[in-house]
Structures are given as C-alpha cells and as structure tokens.
C-alpha cells in the first residue's frame, strides 16, 4: 500500500491501481510526473493533510483534469465557459486558510 499521504493521494487519483496497470500492460507503472513535487509539497505541510490535498487538487486533478473536461464537454454542446479570474494574491490568501477554520459540510 502507499507509505506517504502523497501516494495515497496519487493512488486514490489514478484512474487504473498499480496491480491492474500490471495485468493490463504486463509491466509495472512508472512514477506520476508530479510525485517529487507532491513530496515537497507535504514535506512542507506536516500535520497539515487537508491543506496538502487542497494544494494537490489544484496541482493536479483540477489544472490537469477539471478544466480540460470542462473545456472539451463545454465545447461539445456550443458553450463557452468562463473561469473567474484570480490574481496570485488571491491564490496566497486561500492558501493561508487552515481546513479547521472552515465549515464545511
């Protein structure tokens, strides 16, 4: 199983698990492009796992996965969709929020 939240985040990403890419391909799978810099990035957030996974999200799944989809789904159908526009300042204030400050449900 995976020894770092970083490759249990990955994992729990990953479209196909490690044993299936095996069978499927009869080779093992290599490593995700973004791994090193995920061990970073949780290297720099301990104790902190709800910040690392909002910053893994918007490393990856949502930059990689989100707005690709919305684009080509968005396109598919005549629409246009617009994502709102966001400085860097507003990217190191949410940064800066702690999960137990949020309520979430």
């Not at 995976?2 to 479209?15: F, N």
């Not at 290297?43 to 902190?48: D, F, K, R, V």
């Not at 989100?66 to 684009?71: A, K, M, P």
Request: aromatic share 6%.
């Amino acid at each position: 199983g995976p020894g770092t939240l970083t490759d249990l985040y990955l994992e729990g990403r990953a479209l196909f698990s490690r044993d299936q890419v095996v069978g499927l391909t009869g080779r093992a799978a290599g490593e995700h492009p973004a791994r090193a810099s995920l061990l970073e990035l949780e290297a720099s957030l301990p104790g902190q796992p709800g910040t690392f996974i909002s910053h893994a999200e918007m490393r990856t799944y949502m930059h990689d996965t989100l707005l690709r989809d919305t684009d080509q789904m968005s396109m598919a159908h005549g629409l246009e969709t617009r994502s709102p526009f966001r400085t860097p300042s507003d990217f190191r204030t949410l940064a800066n929020l702690h999960v137990s400050r949020c309520s979430c449900s």
